[in-house]
C-alpha cells in the first residue's frame, strides 16, 4: 500500500524534516495553514488515532510537546493548535496518523466550528448512550 508518509520516513518523497528519532518523525506540511504548520507521525505505520498502540502514542505525544515548543518559540508565535483528523468526514487525507502543529499569531484567523444547543433533556441522554459504551468498554481502559 502506497503511503506519502511512509515514503517520507523512508526517504522515499523529499520532505523538510525538522527532527526524527528511532520512533518519530516531524516535517513540515507542504500546504501550511500558517508558514510553519508542522507534522509529527510515528515511523510505523498506523491509520488512525484509535489504532496507534499505547507505547507508540506516548513517544508521539512526548515528541509533539517538545516539537510545539520549538515551533512556537523559533517563530515567536503567540499560540498553537494541536491537531489530529481521524476519518473521512473529520477531513483526514492522509491514513497515517500524526499530529497538526499550527503555530498561530494573535488575530491571525479564527478556527471555530458552529456550536449547537442540546434541545432540553438531550445533553443527559447523549452522555448516558456515551457512558454506556465506555462501561462495556472499561477493561480495555484499565488494561
Ligand atoms: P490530514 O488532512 O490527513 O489531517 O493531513 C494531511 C496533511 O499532510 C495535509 O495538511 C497535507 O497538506 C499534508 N501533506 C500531504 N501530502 C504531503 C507531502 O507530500 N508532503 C508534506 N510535507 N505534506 C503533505
Ligand atoms: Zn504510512
Known sequence: MECIFC?????????????????????????????????????????????????????????????AGAV??????????????NGDSAGQTVYHFHFHIIPRFNSDFTLKPKVKMYPTGEMKKYADHIRSLISKYRDIYNG
Open 72 to 85: 512556537k518559540r523559533s517563530l515567536n508565535a503567540d499560540g498553537f493548535n494541536i491537531i489530529s483528523n
Open 7 to 67: 515514503n517520507i520516513t523512508e526517504r522515499k518523497a523529499e520532505a523538510e524534516i525538522l527532527f526524527e528519532d528511532e520512533n518519530i518523525i516531524a516535517f513540515l506540511d507542504i500546504q501550511p495553514v500558517n508558514y510553519g504548520h508542522t507534522l509529527v507521525i510515528p515511523k510505523k505505520h498506523f491509520d488512525n488515532f484509535l489504532t496507534v498502540p499505547h507505547d507508540e502514542l506516548s513517544k508521539l505525544m512526548n515528541a509533539t510537546q517538545f516539537i
